[in-house]
């Protein structure tokens, strides 16, 4: 499973790069950073229009659309094409995700 850089270094509010899901079953985005701000995953079925779109965060039994911390989030990506984490409510500090899909 390659690794793909969708957020690199970060410090504004706006999308990262999408992940290709296509006939993929799972993605995990992985989020690091020391920083103030709130990173939401949105996935896509032709890469123009966007939804907001939940995972299993750190392991969690629930699910969540954003997360404000370093982390990891597991994404079920069949039904998907495109996954994208965007950096929205940014106060400070630097944030990366990478993202892999299988």
């Known amino acids: ?12 509010n706006g ?3 999408a992940l290709d ?3 993929k079953k799972r ?3 992985r989020i690091t950073g020391k ?3 709130d990173v939401v995953f949105e996935a896509s079925l032709d890469g123009v229009d966007y939804f907001s779109y939940s995972g299993r965060a ?3 039994g629930s699910r969540v659309a954003v997360v404000s ?18 950096v929205s409510r ?13």
């Open 15 to 17: 999308p990262g790069l």
């Open 35 to 37: 920083f103030h701000a």
């Open 69 to 86: 911390a370093p982390g990891y989030v597991v994404f079920e990506v069949e039904p998907i094409v495109y996954l994208r984490p965007k």
């Open 27 to 29: 993605a995990l985005l």
């Open 90 to 102: 940014y106060e400070s500090g630097a944030i990366t995700v990478v993202g892999y899909a299988e």
């Open 58 to 60: 750190n392991g969690a």
């Open 21 to 23: 899901c296509t006939n």
């Open 1 to 12: 499973m390659a690794a793909s850089v969708l957020l690199n270094n970060v410090m504004a």
